[in-house]
């Protein structure tokens, strides 16, 4: 047993607004400068839709993530001898227009225009090439499924979906959407890190942040096309690629990263888990229906005595563990059972995890009676606006006996409550699907509680960094970095831009 | 976006169109331009210059300054088209001048009538313009020679590269070559005319804007006229070595006065050409130009379907293809 800490995170998806204050945080801090205005380390996505970049989840040309070959898996994007063999001209990058581009407006014309008798206009200029545009697409351009005949349609996940069920979502009195916010996830098995030719980037032991060292990018971009998530970017400023860093500058002062924090529907939850590192090979390889099973298995509980000898042996600080232990995230994914990976068949093994959206369901109004359960206890997940094959395809790769588990779960918890709040539901039903689901009021009680009314401190469990120990470890005197820039260790301005 | 993309989505069929006509047609107005330019001035520079002046004293032939009132038009014309055949028939001024001429006789250069008339009004022109050749370009590098005598027994001192005035300095000289090397021999010319031997100055060789039946086919430029029977043209070895020391057609100028030819490099390129005589002047293979150029064509199609082929799976435009605009 290699147990090693990761930083994990969870979003519960029944709680986002989309209001995109988490992107707009994020830009804020990180991707304001030239060379990043296209990028969004955080992007919300509407489902069903294409995302950003446009169908980024059809591999068949994207070619990320790794795909099964003999015993264990290779990357889709590239190997040795093709890496080798394609680095000046790598085929499968993404262009400007499978992002967009990026623009911004001219707003001295409201200024300098003569007067006149039309209101005068502010003309978009590209921020790329600083010359007059047409806008025909923004990072979230089919956003509550605008232009939906063209990108809804044709969403990747909607492969598997019987026509009917298929003509059904965009029927306009069943007309349904969700909000996907993702950011990058920060793998046990990342693919960017696995195809860099030149080594920049690394998962980082204490944390399992993934990081792209500027100094050492020397811009070949295989990590831009193996990343199935598309969460790499390259800033043709400085001609380095670029990634979500979990504002690790910010945990490491024990705030949680900037898009945690500013989250309105505060559904970003943060914490320690510990996980065994042997299993990855074996675990990322497993059959596709295992897969989010096997990824569950693999997170440790932290309180088993033989994982904490494990874990302290491999250098994991007792705070850390302690901290492992009121992880929120370990307690949606492993205990609960509720928090499904995204697009696991990629097999990177991401560490964020969702809480697939329960609403709508399809009620009816009975004796006045809102009602959404008539016939059984989860009749009503079938009757489902999003079909359950959809949701398999977003978070379990597929499998809809997964998924249903978890929404029946959601479902649950709600019914529990209902009946103990509005008193309008049957005890005895409550009982039957508690007993289905495997949950006791006791856990329904906690699970509603860090769904409902969780405090800061319960939705960011931030381990100490021990950055000190860090510093120790690899440079030996922890006060060398003192009164350093700390953000990206430059000791040196970097060579190209900025 | 990718080309395969720009052409399918964003290409304008009008501007597809536009371009490649357009182009084609500010090309061959530039082509008629050059044509039209100065017939007579044209002709003179390519088939005269290299044995005459214009009031730039005697070359290999006489300085034609003033020739036009000096002599009578028709036999001017008719001895511009056909000198050969006067000097056979033995016309005698004809027979004064080639002896004067140091028995080198003015080769027939193929020039029509109505060239020779055009090159005499731009003669005419050019004597009346100016007493000294200022604008045409100097014939010789050197102070001018007095006679073609001079000019053919001291040839060695054109082939320095550095006389005064004209040519600034050489930069760098290669030692010359080894004297084994010295005697005309017909395979080194030819190597030389090829280019599989290079010029000890670094001149271009021959074959990058002449042909020549010897090599035939495609095998040569068409910037400069053909040179099969350039030695019987120049009159022979005496001719043409003064030709190719002083190299005074404006373009071959152009490239040789930096890296003028050798003595010895003259004399194999001779040997060479004295050979060539006896074939028979070939126009430019049409049918093998055509082949040429759509190997080429074909060859342009085959790598571009090859490349599709083995980059078939690479990532094209997804979100354009999406939209399809
Ligand atoms: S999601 Fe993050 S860690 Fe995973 S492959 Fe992409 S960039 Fe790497
Ligand atoms: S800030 Fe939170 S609620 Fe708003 S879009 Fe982002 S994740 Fe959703």
Redesign the pocket.
């Known amino acids: 047993m290699d147990v090693r800490a990761q930083v994990s995170m969870m979003f519960h998806l029944d709680k986002c607004i989309g209001c995109h204050t988490c992107s707009v945080a994020c830009k804020n801090i990180w991707t304001d400068r030239q060379g990043t205005e296209y990028m969004w380390w955080n992007n919300v996505e509407t489902k069903p839709g294409t995302g950003y970049p446009t169908k980024w989840e059809d591999q068949e040309k994207y070619k990320g993530g790794w795909e099964p070959k003999e015993q264990t898996i290779k990357l889709r994007a590239t190997d040795k001898f093709r890496g080798l063999a394609n680095i000046f001209h790598q085929p499968h990058l993404p262009t400007i227009d499978d992002y967009y581009e990026p623009w911004t407006y001219k707003y001295s014309d409201l200024f300098d225009a003569p007067a006149g008798d039309d209101q005068p206009t502010a003309r978009p200029i590209s921020l790329i090439t600083g010359e007059n545009m047409d806008i025909n697409a923004g990072p979230n351009w089919d956003d509550d499924l605008s232009g939906s005949t063209v990108y809804a349609n044709n969403d990747p996940n909607l492969e598997n979906l019987s026509d009917g069920e298929k003509q059904a979502l965009f029927e306009i009195e069943r007309l349904v959407f969700f909000y996907l916010p993702r950011i ?4 046990l098995n ?4 696995a195809s860099c030719p030149s080594g920049a980037l690394y998962k980082r032991g204490e944390d399992g942040i ?1 990081l792209l060292d500027q100094n050492v990018c020397r811009a070949w971009r295989f990590c831009v096309s193996a ?3 598309k ?2 970017y390259f800033n043709w400023k400085t001609g380095k690629s670029e ?1 979500c860093i979990l504002c690790f500058p910010r945990l490491e002062t024990g705030q949680p990263p900037a898009c945690f924090h500013s989250c309105v529907g505060r559904i970003r939850y943060l914490g320690v888990v510990l996980y065994d590192a042997d299993k990855i090979e074996e675990y990322a390889s497993a059959p596709k229906e295992d897969l989010v099973r096997l990824q569950r298995e693999m997170i440790l509980d932290p309180s088993d005595p033989e994982v904490i000898k494990q874990a302290e042996k491999n250098g994991v600080h007792f705070s850390v563990i302690e901290s492992a232990k009121k992880s929120p995230v370990y307690k949606f994914v492993k205990e609960w059972g509720m928090a499904l990976p995204l697009h696991p068949e990629y097999r ?1 093994l ?1 560490m964020l995890f969702y809480i697939p959206p329960l609403l709508p369901v399809l009620g009816h109004v009975e004796n006045g009676v809102y009602n959404v359960d008539a016939e059984g206890y989860f009749g009503s997940l079938d009757k489902a606006r999003v079909p359950m094959q959809y949701l398999a395809n977003l978070f379990t790769a597929g499998n809809e006996e997964q998924v249903r588990t978890v929404l029946e779960k959601l479902l649950a918890v709600r019914m529990y409550k209902r009946s103990e709040q509005v008193d309008d539901i049957k005890p005895s039903l409550v009982e039957d699907m508690l007993k289905k689901t495997g949950l006791t009021p006791e856990t329904c009680e906690e699970i509603y509680r860090l769904t409902s009314l969780p405090t800061f401190d319960e939705r960011f469990v931030i381990p100490p960094m021990h950055r000190e120990y860090a510093a120790e470890l690899m440079a030996g005197d922890p006060y060398l970095f003192k009164a350093e820039a700390g953000v990206g260790g430059f000791k040196d301005r970097p060579d190209r831009g900025l | 976006m990718t080309i395969s993309g720009f052409l399918r989505f964003r290409a304008k069929v009008p501007k597809m169109v536009f371009l490649p006509i357009g182009s084609l047609m500010i090309w061959l107005l530039c082509l008629s331009h050059s044509v039209q330019a100065s017939e007579g001035e044209q002709a003179y520079q390519l088939k005269c210059m290299a044995c005459h002046t214009i009031g730039g004293g005697k070359l290999v032939g006489p300085d034609l300054k003033g020739v036009n009132a000096l002599r009578d038009h028709d036999w001017l014309v008719r001895w511009t088209v056909a000198p050969d055949k006067m000097l056979a028939e033995g016309d005698a001024l004809a027979k004064q001048l080639l002896q004067e001429y140091n028995n080198i006789p003015m080769p027939n250069l193929g020039v029509s009538e109505a060239e020779a008339k055009s090159i005499l009004a731009y003669i005419e022109a050019k004597s009346g313009e100016v007493s000294e050749p200022t604008t045409s370009p100097q014939p010789v590098p050197t102070s001018s020679p007095e006679s073609g005598d001079e000019l053919v027994t001291k040839p060695t001192t054109l082939s320095k590269p550095a006389s005064a005035g004209q040519v600034k300095e050489a930069p760098w000289k290669k030692p010359v070559l080894t004297s084994s090397d010295d005697t005309p021999n017909f395979d080194i010319g030819r190597a030389l005319y090829l280019g599989q031997r290079s010029f000890t100055n670094g001149g271009t060789a021959c074959i990058t804007c002449h042909r020549n039946t010897d090599i035939g086919g495609l095998g040569g430029g068409t910037l400069g006229p053909d040179l099969t029977k350039v030695y019987s043209r120049y009159g022979g070895n005496i001719g043409l070595t003064s030709v190719l020391l002083s190299t005074p057609f404006p373009t071959m100028r152009g490239v040789f006065v930096k890296k003028p030819l050798l003595d010895s490099e003259v004399a194999h390129l001779n040997a060479y050409f004295a050979e060539t005589v006896s074939l028979e002047e070939e126009p430019v293979n049409v049918v093998f130009l055509v082949i040429g150029i759509g190997m080429g064509i074909a060859g342009f199609i085959i790598l571009y379907i090859l490349m599709h082929l083995i980059w078939k799976d690479r990532l094209t435009d997804v979100r354009i293809a999406l939209v399809g605009r």
């Open positions: 990058c996830n920060h793998c990342p693919a960017c890190v993934v990343c199935p998530y969460k790499t990634k990177t991401p």
